[in-house]
Each structure stands twice: as C-alpha cells, then as structure tokens.
C-alpha cells in the first residue's frame, strides 16, 4: 500500500535513495537527510499511513518493537547520552511529511538541546474539573 507522492513511500520502493539502516517485511529504518543530531533515525511502516490513528495495532507493535531496539543501537553507533524518540503527529504537531514516522534523535550532554516538554505552546491552566473531565473522556474510549 503505497501514494505515488509519498517521498517515504519512493525510499520504500527504492525509488530515492537512502542511508537504511534496519529493514524487514514491515518496517524499515534510516538516517534522516537533514540531521538534528548525528545519528538521527527515522522508522517507518513500509505501508503509507499518513498519521498513526490509521496504523494498525499490530503494525503499530512493529514499529514501535523497531524503535525500542534501535534507540540502543543508534545511541551506542555515536556515543550519544539519551535520545529523544517521538512521533511529530499530524500538522498541528509539526509534521511535514504525512506517511507516519518515529524519529530517533539522539542526545549528548550539553548539546543546548530542549526536552520534549518544550514542544508545545503555552501550559493551560486547568481546574480539577476540567482534568477529571478529560481523564474520563480518554479513560472512557481506552
Ligand atoms: P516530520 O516533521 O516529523 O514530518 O519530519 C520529517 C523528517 O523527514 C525531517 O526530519 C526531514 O529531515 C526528513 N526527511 C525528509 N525527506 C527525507 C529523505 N528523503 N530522506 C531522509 N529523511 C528525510
Ligand atoms: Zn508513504
């Protein structure tokens, strides 16, 4: 399952070329071409699903399983301290490419970098009402 488009979908394919890291029948891995940090990785389902509420549970288990071991490998291959690993989740979260995408950014110490905390806009100010609301919406389609 792939979108004529997709530049993900062209590495896939072998169409483009690229630094693959890891591949298997469902997932496939490697180097991001515009680097946030040595090392950086990209793991990708081989299908094109744009973000990862259209990824099934199963492929989602792949990917993830992918990401688990290569935070390792990737964090040993250049030395790194810890690594950020995370999904930019549709536009609002800053993806810019719609076939879905975990990126594997490793981290050294005093690299001037930011935590994940740092992504979003302004904190909201909750009241208790307001979180237990939300709690229970999410509880309640868990
Ligand atoms: P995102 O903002 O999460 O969609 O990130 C897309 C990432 O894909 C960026 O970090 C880009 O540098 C990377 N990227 C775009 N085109 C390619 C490509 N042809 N090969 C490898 N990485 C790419
Ligand atoms: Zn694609």
Redesign the pocket.
């Known amino acids: 399952m792939s979108q004529d488009d997709c530049?993900f979908c062209k590495?896939v394919a072998d169409e483009?070329p690229?630094r693959t890291v890891f591949e298997d029948d469902e997932v496939i891995a490697?180097?991001?071409?515009?680097p946030?940090a040595e090392g950086h990785t990209?793991v990708i389902p081989k299908d094109h699903y744009e973000t990862l509420d259209e990824v099934p549970e199963e492929t989602a288990a792949r990917v993830f399983g992918v990401l688990h071991k290569l935070n390792t490998v990737v964090q040993d291959a250049v030395d790194a301290d810890g690594a950020n690993v995370a999904f930019?989740d549709g536009e609002a979260a800053?993806?810019?490419?719609p076939h879905v995408?975990g990126?594997v950014i490793p981290r050294f110490d005093g690299d001037d970098g930011h935590p994940i905390h740092a992504v979003a806009g302004e904190r909201p100010n909750l009241s208790d009402e307001e979180l237990d609301k939300i709690a229970g919406a999410i509880h309640d389609n868990s």
């Open positions: 530049i590495i483009i690229s490697f180097l991001d071409a515009n946030l990209l930019n800053g993806q810019e490419v995408h990126h």
